[in-house]
Structure formats: C-alpha cells, structure tokens
C-alpha cells in the first residue's frame, strides 16, 4: 500500500510523517525505515526506526532511486514499512509523469514484498497525477 501525504512546502508534511512513523512503530512486528535527504530529523525518530540519509549516496535518477529502494529492501525481509520525507527530491522526480510512474512501480514492489510506503508529496492534492489522489491519507 502507497500512502501519501500532500501539501506545499512549509504545511507541516513532515511533522505530520513524523509523528506518524513515530506512532506506526509500536503497533509493527517488523522493521521500520524513514528514509530522507538529510539527517536533521535523526534525533525526533523513535531510535528503532533505521534512518537512511539519501545525502549519502550519489543516485542521480528516479530510476536509480528504485534500485536503491529495492536493494533496501532485498537486504531486510523484515521491513514492513518505509517513510519517505521529501519524496519528489530524494527520488529525484521532477513533474507528474515521473511520479505517475513511481507510484505504479512503488505499488508493485508492496504487492511483491507487502511493504506499506508513506510519501510526503510537496504538491497540493489538485496537482497530483490521478494515480496518486485515492492514496491521499492527508492533505495539507
């Protein structure tokens, strides 16, 4: 399952996700990943969620993003669920037709490995490709 959490920038996506990631791992069995494009948020995460700063590796391309997110997921089988703060810049998504995209390829890897992805979008619902406005859990 894809959920996102959409608004422009400065409405508060990320303390929202946070709190939310925050309150997700004590009800999961599994591990918890919160995924962002820098460590400033490393001290507000509950100290079992895994922090992946993206700062750290040099992915150019949503694609690359994929792969990466992938073999993220290849080396844990224990992960239940992966918070991306930031979504449009860690991934490297620059208009509607990439994030379309990365939404079907994020749905597919859920169906495959039953992995849940919350997603902070800096855009408002309206602006949103069609494939990502029923997966809309708050907007901002």
């Not at 490393?42 to 969620?49: C, G, N, R, T």
């Amino acid at each position: 399952m894809v959920e996102i959490i959409s608004g422009e920038k400065g409405k508060g996506k990320t303390k929202y996700l946070l709190d939310k990631v925050n309150t997700d791992i004590k009800n999961v069995d599994g591990s918890v990943v919160y995924i962002d494009k820098n460590k400033k948020h490393m001290y507000e995460l509950d100290s079992k969620i895994r922090l992946i700063n993206m700062g750290d590796y040099p992915i150019e391309s949503s694609g690359e993003f994929l792969g990466f997110l992938s073999g993220v997921l290849s080396q844990n089988s224990d992960i239940q669920e992966v918070f991306l703060d930031s979504f449009l810049t860690v991934s490297n998504i620059n208009d509607n037709e990439g994030l379309s995209d990365a939404i079907d390829k994020l749905d597919e890897i859920c169906n495959m490995f039953s992995v849940k992805f919350v997603l902070s979008v800096s855009k408002n619902e309206k602006d949103l490709p069609e494939n990502a406005k029923g997966k809309i859990i708050v907007s901002l």
